[in-house]
């Protein structure tokens, strides 16, 4: 077990929604970045927070949005779904330092239909 | 744009047996990353490597990085079963202290271990 908290484990929508996906980091891990795996496209980095701040974007939609909280959870929303935003999201933590490893959640299945 | 790539993406080996995955990248970096994930489940983090020259070992698996060539070389000795997942090498580019901002992964190898 990371440490990192992912919910919920899988989400069934369909097209067109908007659902929201969560994440508690380690404690103490003041950076949280999101990653989306998907079979044709590997694994995509889409955003950084770090205390609250966004760091980094990545390979982001504009459909897609994400914050974090005082409270250093975070939340991805994705909306106006699309068949193949189909994919297993992930949420990572770090202590916030360069050369420090990130640690991974345990996903969050996404399956629009 | 920076390019991480693995070879092979695919590897079947029989128990016992030794055998290397590449990790090549395209821009200069001195940080680099092993993860493992088996099918379905999370990455779980294997190696650090924070320097060129950098070689560390876990068990049956070791990983060594060289800054110059842009590489990195994850070496399974004697592979077992339980070795068989995906492996996925992660470069970090990002100058910020603040952590690992653009962490860009490599395709990922699946390995499996045939007994």
């Known amino acids: 077990d990371s440490g990192v908290t992912q919910t919920p484990k899988h989400l069934i929508t369909a097209t067109g929604q908007r659902v929201t996906l969560r994440c508690s980091p380690r404690s103490g891990d003041l950076s949280v970045y999101w990653y989306q795996q998907s079979l044709d496209q590997g694994l995509q980095f889409l955003i950084h927070y770090y205390n609250g701040e966004e760091r980094a974007k990545g390979n982001i939609l504009e459909r897609f949005s994400a914050q974090q909280f005082p409270d250093l959870h975070s939340e991805l929303n994705l909306s106006s779904l699309e068949l193949g935003d189909s994919a297993l999201y992930f949420c990572?933590?770090?202590?916030?330092?360069?050369?420090?490893?990130?640690?991974f959640g345990q996903g969050t299945r996404l399956t629009v239909v | 744009e920076l390019k991480v790539e693995q070879n092979p993406l695919f590897l079947s080996m029989q128990e016992g047996k030794n055998y290397t995955i590449y990790c090549n990248y395209s821009?200069?970096?001195?940080?680099l990353y092993w993860y493992r994930q088996d099918p379905g489940k999370s990455l779980e983090s294997l190696f650090v490597l924070l320097s060129n020259g950098a070689v560390k070992q876990e068990g049956r698996l070791m990983a060594s990085l060289d800054t110059k060539a842009r590489l990195s070389t994850l070496h399974i000795t004697a592979a077992v079963h339980d070795l068989s997942a995906t492996y996925f090498c992660a470069v970090d580019i990002g100058i910020s202290n603040f952590g690992n901002e653009k962490l860009t992964f490599g395709t990922g190898t699946r390995l499996t271990i045939i007994p």
């Open positions: 821009t200069t970096s001195d940080r």
């Open positions: 990572a933590s770090s202590v916030g330092q360069i050369n420090t490893e990130a640690f």
